[in-house]
């Protein structure tokens, strides 16, 4: 049953079945992702300075974020099939195929070109030099322990986590009510704010779109997540190599 109010596309399974993303539970999770990202936004416009960071205090904050992401990733996935009445391989988490990994590295082309050229506009603009607080904290580590464990959390775990979050739920809800640019507003509008930095809000949100195009046109959930982790790990590799023009 075609219950949508978005067009019906071959590429993708708008088709969505009559009580798919309705119901108290859909609004109560979303509503509750949604704050817990507002909250890291207000949260990131309170701080004024970045504190100095060893190590292992580092090693803790992001074991801490690695529990309380994959908890949430856990209800998440649990939840998905239950809210939205179709399978996590209808959702799209099956292997992608070779024409799925070609959008999905031309998407972290993209994604690379939008973001960082939009920060540049934005810093550009505001006569700044501003770097996200994560960004300035990463580059002061020196320990390669310390460095390997936020490199594997940047290009492993948080792009399939934040996919699932963004593209996966949010992006199917805006589309299963108001279509294509519905779902990807709402998703890159999360997706930027969730950063918890004004000057990348921005930048990350129209990334994020980039991203609920990727989705999109693959219908495919894992090729979003390889165009997030190449820009990721991009991001580390040149913060690695040349820091100060980085």
């Given at each position: 049953?075609?219950?949508?109010?978005?067009?019906?596309?071959?590429?993708?399974?708008?088709?969505?079945?009559?009580?798919?993303?309705?119901?108290?539970?859909?609004?109560?999770?979303?509503?509750?992702?949604?704050?817990?990202?507002?909250?890291?936004f207000i949260a990131g416009l309170k701080t004024t300075r970045v504190p100095a960071v060893t190590a292992p205090e580092f090693d803790l904050l992001i074991a801490l974020q690695f529990l309380l992401e994959g908890f949430l990733l856990a209800i998440v996935l649990l939840a998905l099939p239950k809210l939205s009445h179709l399978s996590l391989s209808?959702?799209?988490?099956?292997?992608?195929?070779?024409?799925?990994?070609?959008?999905?590295l031309l998407g972290a082309v993209v994604m690379a070109v939008v973001a960082n050229g939009g920060a540049s506009l934005i810093d550009y603009l505001a006569h700044s030099e501003h770097q996200q607080d994560i960004v300035q904290i990463f580059k002061e580590l020196r320990d390669p322990a310390t460095i390997a464990i936020f490199a594997g959390f940047a290009v492993v775990f948080a792009p399939f986590a934040e996919e699932t979050f963004f593209r996966v739920f949010f992006f199917n809800l805006g589309m299963r009510y108001g279509g294509f640019w519905a779902g990807a507003i709402l998703s890159g509008v999360l997706f930027g704010i969730a950063h918890g930095d004004l000057y990348a809000a921005l930048p990350l949100a129209l990334g994020g779109i980039v991203l609920c195009a990727v989705y999109y046109r693959t219908a495919n959930a894992f090729a979003p997540m390889i165009s997030h982790a190449l820009f990721n790990g991009?991001?580390?590799?040149?913060?690695?190599?040349?820091?100060?023009i980085t």
């Open positions: 049953m075609n219950d949508s109010t978005s067009a019906t596309l071959p590429a993708w399974p708008t088709r969505w079945p009559k009580n798919s993303f309705t119901g108290v539970w859909t609004w109560l999770l979303a509503g509750f992702i949604a704050a817990l990202f507002v909250f890291a209808e959702l799209g988490f099956r292997v992608p195929n070779a024409g799925a990994v070609g959008i999905a991009l991001s580390l590799a040149a913060l690695l190599i040349a820091p100060k």
